[in-house]
């Protein structure tokens, strides 16, 4: 089963429009850690947040912010403002206290292209 | 502090071959992890070394193997080489369980 959804694939704007990235989980575990990567073309992945399932705070980090809701299962991602530099894949990923904290599952993924 | 390094970070090897990939992680972090990330199936859990132990593994067959070395670097092994092994081979270290991983630059390999 899919533990990790990001239902949009590609997601095109233009320049300075706000873009969010959905991610939906599923775990049965209490512990667990939330993660957000950013893939660029180079594909090295690049880490941006990680949160552990009892910090709903929501954060910024200049134009990027996340929104944590345990109700929903959800983890959202926020860039504020989009540039160029920001086209790359965005993948948010999950581990679990049960199967190992440092087993990542990762979601399909969300190709983001920042048009000019 | 360097980052995880990869190496090589192209390799090009016909069926039924076997490949090393080799992964420094970043200096004082003694756990590494495998994926293998290809366009069908995505970003996949291959396994986890932690002093020089395997300490998880993933949903692959044992043509995929790994080892780490006192020093953390580790290496991951592919025998008998099939065309569906084309992928790029993504390592990450971190420094204590739970923590966060970093990602090398990756070996993109290809199966002719």
């Known amino acids: 089963a899919q533990k990790v959804t990001q239902a949009q694939t590609e997601i095109s704007v233009v320049e300075k429009e706000d873009v969010t990235l959905d991610c939906v989980y599923e775990t049965r575990d209490t512990t667990y850690y939330l993660f957000w990567y950013k893939q660029p073309p180079s594909g090295e992945l690049v880490f941006l947040i990680r949160?552990?399932?009892?910090?709903?705070q929501n954060e910024i980090s200049g134009r990027y912010s996340w929104n944590f809701q345990k109700s929903t299962s959800s983890f959202n991602f926020t860039i504020t403002a989009s540039q160029v530099v920001d086209s790359a894949v965005y993948f948010c990923a999950l581990s679990e206290e049960s199967t190992g904290n440092n087993r990542l599952a990762f979601g399909k993924g969300n190709q983001v292209v920042v048009i000019p | 502090k360097a980052g995880v390094t990869q190496t090589p970070r192209y390799l090009i090897k016909t069926r039924g071959q076997q490949v090393t990939l080799s992964c420094s992680p970043i200096s004082g972090h003694r756990s590494v992890s495998w994926y293998q990330q290809t366009p069908g199936q995505g970003l996949q859990f291959l396994f986890e070394?932690?002093?020089?132990?395997?300490?998880n593994k993933g949903n692959f067959p044992g043509r995929f193997s790994g080892r780490q070395f006192s020093n953390s670097r580790s290496e991951m092994n592919v025998s008998t080489l099939e065309l569906g092994d084309s992928a790029l081979y993504l390592c990450?270290?971190?420094?204590?369980?739970?923590?966060?991983?970093?990602f090398g630059p990756g070996t993109r390999l290809t199966v002719l």
């Open positions: 990450a270290s971190s420094s204590t369980e739970p923590d966060t991983q970093y």
């Open positions: 949160r552990n399932s009892f910090d709903e």
């Open positions: 070394y932690f002093s020089e132990t395997q300490r």
